[in-house]
């Protein structure tokens, strides 16, 4: 953390079923509750929408804007819920464009090479429109060719 203050946030969450509240005599929802209202970029605000979400889900209302103030958080939701997104939409952000002058600024860890994979796919479908590369460093893969992707300078 960039400093000695520590803030517990609550990202406790109930049934995602009982956190919708009820829209009465079928009223329009606030669109500031979209995607649009964490202030994202036109390419990853784009990618989003061409991935068909609509609406955050719970962990990612809670988690982006924690992360794009740049702290530091631990989250935990149950499978299918949006974490992959709730921290991929941020760090696209917070990593703006390509840098070929550098070696990777983010680094993702996974427990399995499965996850690793689907990661990367995921990655590559939010990074569409940005020039961002994204590559994958797995155990038991050909060293030759995992070097060759370090060579490309990729951002994460």
Known sequence: MENDDFTQEDFTFDDESSNKKKNPKGKKKNKSSGFQSFGLSAPVFKAVVKRGYKVPTP???KAIPVILKNRDIV???RTGSGKT????IPMFEKLKGH???SGPRAL????TRELALQTLK???QLGKFTDLIATAILGGEKLEEQF?????????
Not at 85 to 88: E, P, T, V
Not at 108 to 111: D, G
Not at 148 to 156: R, T
């Open 99 to 101: 840098d070929p002058n």
């Open 59 to 61: 962990i990612q209302r």
């Open 75 to 77: 989250a935990m939701a």
């Open 85 to 88: 997104a709730a921290f991929l």
């Open 148 to 156: 060759s992707n370090l060579h490309a300078h990729p951002d994460m």
């Open 108 to 111: 993702i860890l996974s427990p």
């Open 122 to 124: 995921f990655s590559l």
